[in-house]
T-cell receptor
Framework: SQTIHQWPATLVQPVGSPLSLECTVE??????LYWYRQAAGRGLQLLFY??????ISSEVPQNLSASRPQDRQFILSSKKLLLSDSGFYLC???????????FGQGTRLTVV | AQSVSQHNHHVILSEAASLELGCNYS??????LFWYVQYPGQHLQLLLK??????LVKGIKGFEAEFIKSKFSFNLRKPSVQWSDTAEYFC???????????FGTGTRLKVLA
């Protein structure tokens, strides 16, 4: 069966420090991969998605970037974190058209 | 562009009351529709989904949703809620031919025992 792993679960980082959040999917090949940010009262905001290795689509211009170095690995990064980057980040995957998305456990990022 | 609107942000019900959560979407084509639930401290889980066919879809834990194309709606219903239904509920749309899943702002449901 397929599983999605996202780590770390919580992270406290100082302003101006770099960020790297990792997400991996097991049990499937060539998944579509997603990064979302969840904020209270604002739902889930789609940040990036990828339909293949090296293919990244950005939905919201911001201080973050994403990369997909391997088929089942999706990384969310920042060179210099801002206070406004604090939030709950969710990774998700889907098999393609006419399928649902499956979510990881999320990472609570606090920028101090 | 796709968008989803959930009108109820907070709902408080007593056990055994009926539930209906509103969801309207915007997209100029055929859509796939979803309801997800997030129980306290847990990850997002799929409650039910609609791709095609019967517009009334049944999901887990007694939930159902009806797709009304003319109203661009996909409302979630449950005849009798339980305390364990306390959670946040998200409606999502995936426009056919796109890879994106666009979510609404969510509805926090609190069921009083």
């Amino acid at each position: 069966s397929q599983t999605i792993h996202q780590w770390p679960a919580t992270l406290v980082q100082p302003v101006g420090s770099p960020l790297s959040l990792e997400c991996t999917v097991e049990g499937t090949s060539n998944p579509n991969l997603y990064w979302y940010r969840q904020a209270a009262g604002r739902g889930l905001q789609l940040l990036f998605y990828s339909v293949g290795i090296g293919q990244i689509s950005s939905e919201v211009p911001q201080n973050l970037s994403a990369s997909r170095p391997q088929d089942r690995q999706f990384i969310l990064s920042s060179k210099k974190l801002l206070l406004s980057d604090s939030g709950f980040y969710l990774c998700a995957w889907s098999e393609g058209p006419h399928t649902e998305a499956f979510f990881g456990q999320g990472t609570r990022l606090t920028v101090v | 562009a796709q968008s989803v609107s959930q009108h109820n942000h907070h709902v408080i019900l007593s056990e055994a009351a009926s539930l209906e959560l509103g969801c309207n979407y915007s997209y100029g084509g055929t859509v796939n529709l979803f309801w997800y639930v997030q129980y306290p401290g847990q990850h997002l889980q799929l409650l039910l989904k609609y791709f095609s066919g019967d517009p009334l879809v049944k999901g887990i834990k007694g939930f159902e949703a009806e797709f009304i194309k003319s109203k661009f709606s996909f409302n979630l219903r449950k005849p009798s809620v339980q305390w364990s239904d306390t959670a946040e509920y998200f409606c999502a749309v995936n426009g056919r031919g796109t890879y994106k899943y666009i979510f609404g702002t969510g509805t926090r449901l609190k069921v009083l025992a």
